[in-house]
């Protein structure tokens, strides 16, 4: 895990370099196809990377975006229509059955059909009528981290491509995921602070809204705290009345809207004298949190997860378990 992590700049520098052609080609097809509406479907850590090109799609184009339970298809025999829909399925592997059962019939059912996936051979990968190999290289650990990042760029670029964008915005990624990366300091504070804490809550706005559902799945898939993760508004709608003074939260609140709309939420937080780290903004984080450089906000995702991956892994090896070797999981999970 700890090696995977260590690959993200020079794998996100690859895809800038070798992949946005092959994107552009893509987008220019679904693009003559004017989808008024798109379908996502995922599981596990690319259901977060869906989400973010949920975000991505409604805010940068404008249209309405929906997340596919699989299980109405390859369960229930739902043939809806999908006539004028653009379906993308995101799968690391490409072999959950779920998926590939959903894409199928979708396509069956009218809609165009993309797969994103880290396999080009995969079943999901031929099923669709197109795929963006998302260049992850292979991925041994069992908790996912490369293939995140590479899904949310290859989501992106994707995006920006179908709106006419050059990608001059993730430009200098790679250098800033590296500086991220090298920054090891406030994630070892932090995971010495929280190694005895069994329960936390994650949350976040916006774009950051899928790095607090990640960040929690890495947390639970390592380290086997019970966390979990909630929008900044759903949060105040309830939940926060659970947490008290020996309650631990992370709240992502990078530069952007996402992060002003963390600010009320930070405000409450504080004032329940909760154990808060700040991951995003340097001004907000101080020095218990986790501060960021500062990117177009769009493309935050792709840099908060990274200091939370690493501290799902040093948190996981501070409290005695193998975060190489997760009790009960398997890298590919046979869903259908």
């Known amino acids: 895990m700890a090696g995977e992590i260590a690959e993200q700049p020079a794998m996100l520098e690859r895809i800038l370099r070798d992949q946005p052609a092959a994107i552009h080609e893509v987008a220019q097809v679904i693009r003559k196809a004017q989808p008024r509406f798109v379908v996502l479907a995922a599981r596990g850590t690319s259901d977060h990377a869906a989400l973010y090109a949920k975000y991505l799609i409604e805010i940068l184009l404008g249209l309405p975006v929906g997340l596919a339970s699989p299980s109405t298809m390859t369960q229930y025999g739902s043939r809806p229509d999908l006539r004028d829909v653009l379906m993308i399925a995101v799968s690391q592997s490409g072999s959950s059955p779920d998926l590939v059962g959903s894409l199928t019939t979708a396509r069956e059912c009218g809609a165009l059909t993309l797969a994103v996936t880290n396999a080009p051979a995969s079943s999901l990968a031929t099923s669709a009528e197109l795929h963006i190999d998302v260049q992850a290289g292979p991925e041994l650990a069992v908790a996912a981290t490369k293939s995140y990042t590479a899904e949310l760029l290859s989501l992106y670029l994707l995006v920006d491509a179908w709106r006419g964008g050059n990608a001059a915005a993730a430009g200098d990624l790679a250098e800033t995921a590296a500086a991220t990366l090298a920054d090891t300091v406030p994630v070892e504070r932090l995971a010495e602070r929280l190694r005895g804490v069994e329960?936390?809550?994650?949350?976040?706005?916006?774009?950051?809204?899928?790095?607090?559902?990640?960040?929690?799945?890495?947390?639970?898939?390592?380290?086997?705290?019970?966390?979990?993760?909630?929008?900044?508004?759903?949060?105040?709608?309830?939940?926060?009345?659970?947490?008290?003074?020996?309650?631990?939260?992370?709240?992502?609140?990078?530069?952007?809207?996402?992060?002003?709309?963390?600010?009320?939420?930070?405000?409450?937080?504080?004032?329940?004298?909760?154990?808060?780290?700040?991951?995003?903004?340097?001004?907000?984080?101080?020095?218990s949190g986790v501060a960021l450089p500062t990117v177009d906000e769009a493309l935050s995702p792709l840099l908060e997860i990274i200091p939370m991956q690493l501290l799902a892994h040093r948190l996981a090896v501070a409290r005695g378990y193998d975060p190489d070797q997760p009790r009960g999981l398997r890298k590919v999970t046979q869903t259908s």
């Open 199 to 287: 329960r936390m809550v994650v949350t976040g706005r916006g774009y950051s809204f899928p790095s607090a559902l990640e960040t929690a799945l890495k947390l639970m898939e390592t380290s086997y705290v019970a966390a979990q993760a909630f929008s900044g508004a759903d949060l105040m709608h309830g939940p926060m009345a659970m947490l008290q003074e020996s309650s631990a939260v992370l709240a992502f609140a990078s530069v952007g809207v996402g992060g002003q709309a963390m600010l009320p939420v930070l405000d409450r937080l504080r004032e329940l004298d909760t154990s808060l780290a700040v991951i995003g903004e340097p001004a907000l984080a101080g020095e």
